[in-house]
């Protein structure tokens, strides 16, 4: 696993904003912003959107025209809090370990 702290390209800036953007029909979209200089970091497209704080009605919006049963949903949901969990832990735990736990 390689994990990083990911620097602004502009200013070298450590401290970013993330703007999640939802359109119906698209993919979500996650913007990052420095919040330094204001340039833009990074952007990625995400498949599928989990929100720890949030839970499953956050999750589930990720999936806009996808048909399965609400118990099918609420086991994959189940695995993607536990699979979150874990892989934050580690990214944390890998931080700590390299002395970039700031």
Do not use: N
Not at 25 to 47: D, F, K, N, P
Not at 56 to 81: C, H, M, N, P, T
Not at 82 to 96: D, T
């Amino acid at each position: 696993m390689d994990v990083h702290r990911q620097r602004c390209q502009a200013c070298g800036g450590l401290e970013h904003r993330v703007l999640v953007v939802r359109e119906p029909g698209h993919a979500q979209v996650v913007m990052v912003r420095c919040t330094q200089c204001r340039e833009l970091v990074a952007r990625y497209e995400l498949s599928a959107y989990y929100h720890h704080g949030r839970g499953y009605e956050s999750w589930i919006a990720s999936f806009s025209g996808v048909a399965e049963s609400g118990r099918d949903l609420l086991g994959r949901f189940a695995q993607v809090k536990e699979q979150a969990v874990a892989q934050f832990e580690k990214v944390v735990e890998r931080l700590r370990k390299d002395g970039r736990d700031e």
